[in-house]
């Protein structure tokens, strides 16, 4: 099960990505596992020395009788020589971290992988649906 978050791609320029593990609860993975998730509006924030993930939606699971916060922030895990870099990366003008997929790895833990990013502007925007639609046509024509 793999949980892209497209629009990130649209809207963000990737400048690095990283892996960290999530703090989840029991019947968090279980709805992850179902695909009850969403990456969409989400984003990573700096506090005390850890990176927190704010906006991610995990639906509650069916057959809980727990009800948990779907939009809860969550703890991301890093080890602290990547957390240190990345905390001085993102202390530089314009630079933010945002999730870009979530997937579980060959052991079978939920794994996050986040972008440094910076925003685009409109016409970053603009130039980046030509560059698809003329790849399209040149694909298109092969055949």
């Known amino acids: 099960m793999r949980i892209d978050n497209r629009k990130a791609r649209y809207e963000y ?7 960290a593990g999530i703090v989840l ?3 968090e993975v ?8 969403s990456l969409s509006d989400s984003f990573c924030n700096v506090d005390n ?3 927190f993930l704010i906006g991610m939606h995990i639906a509650n699971y069916i057959y809980s009788r727990e009800k948990l916060n779907p939009k809860r922030t969550r703890k991301l895990l890093f080890h602290r020589s990547e957390l240190n870099r990345l905390i001085g990366k993102v202390s530089e003008k314009g630079c933010t971290l945002i999730p870009l ?15 440094l990013c910076h925003g685009k502007r409109q016409y970053e925007k603009r130039e980046t649906i ?3 639609d003329l790849e399209r046509e040149m694909n298109s024509q092969k055949f």
Do not use: A, T
Request: aromatic share 8%; proline share 0%.
């Open 13 to 19: 320029n990737i400048l690095d990505r990283f892996e």
């Open 25 to 27: 609860r029991g019947q």
């Open 30 to 37: 279980k709805s992850i596992r179902e695909g009850q998730v």
């Open 49 to 51: 020395g850890e990176i």
């Open 101 to 115: 997929l979530l997937y579980f790895n060959k052991r079978g833990i939920v794994k996050l992988q986040i972008g």
């Open 130 to 132: 030509k560059q698809r």
